[in-house]
């Protein structure tokens, strides 16, 4: 398991078209890819292949949120969603 | 003058039985406008509606869960289809850019998430799909670009 703590870069945050360039990134994973976000009150998770999990974190542009792949192909997954989430 | 899609509508008066609806839809109407421009326009009259506004919730009777939930498949499938025809059209005429935007939509209406959110409340509050979607909570998500899930609110309505 891989994880990693990335800023978000893009300037609108994970909005709708953003969230589903993600989603169709991480399907190319065999990995299963999980977003974080530990700096809110309560802790927030979501299913990198699920867009509204993605779209109810409200991950803003600045924001913290961790990364985390599970799987065969994990680095190279960890790599290519982190890269895309700095912008 | 403004006329309502009838043969639709005439089946949801059957099947739910909404002699008001009946009544409302039974008449053409004429709307005055506001002088929104110049001149005038001879063409085909669309009722524009806001995407949340449903017209009817009830409850079901725990019998009709199943027909309601397969209503609600047929419905997200006919969205599905009608987003692709605007996405290739928009791909036509703008390029790939704005189309990304409907990929949006798309994925939503695949997303594991919604879909079984909705059928959870259908078989366990026991209200119909278009209740089941504006409570369920998600339309907020896209509230302000208002890209709601209109698509399938939609469907549900014709």
């Excluded at chain 2, 047929?74 to 703008?94: G, P």
């Excluded at chain 2, 509050?125 to 670009?145: V, Y």
């Amino acid at each position: 398991m891989k994880e990693r703590e990335i800023v978000i870069g893009h300037r609108l945050g994970l909005h709708a078209r953003a969230a589903a360039r993600l989603v169709q990134l991480s399907t190319k994973f065999q990995s299963n890819i999980a977003l974080f976000r530990y700096d809110t009150g309560n802790p927030l998770e979501a299913d990198a292949r699920s867009i509204l999990s993605i779209l109810l974190l409200s991950a803003g542009f600045g924001s913290k949120v961790s990364v985390r792949a599970e799987g065969v192909d994990e680095d190279q997954a960890i790599e290519i969603i982190c890269n895309y989430l700095a912008g | 003058m403004a006329t309502a899609n009838t043969d639709s509508n005439h089946v949801l008066v059957q099947r739910f039985r909404l002699p008001a609806y009946a009544a409302m839809i039974a008449s053409q109407r004429i709307i005055h406008g506001v002088v929104a421009s110049a001149g005038a326009a001879i063409g085909r009259a669309v009722r524009a509606f806001d995407p949340l506004f449903i017209p009817f919730n009830f409850k079901i009777r725990p019998e009709q869960a199943r027909r309601e939930v397969e209503r609600f498949h047929a419905s997200v499938e006919k969205s599905r289809e009608q987003l692709k025809r605007v996405q290739a059209e928009l791909k036509r005429k703008t390029g790939p850019e704005p189309s990304f935007l409907i990929d949006a939509h798309l994925l939503v209406l695949q997303d594991r998430l919604f879909v079984d959110r909705i059928i959870e409340k259908i078989e366990t509050d026991h209200i119909n799909p278009e209740w089941a979607i504006l409570s369920a909570g998600f339309c907020t998500i896209f509230s302000q670009s208002r890209c709601h899930l209109s698509g399938s609110c939609r469907t549900m309505r014709s």
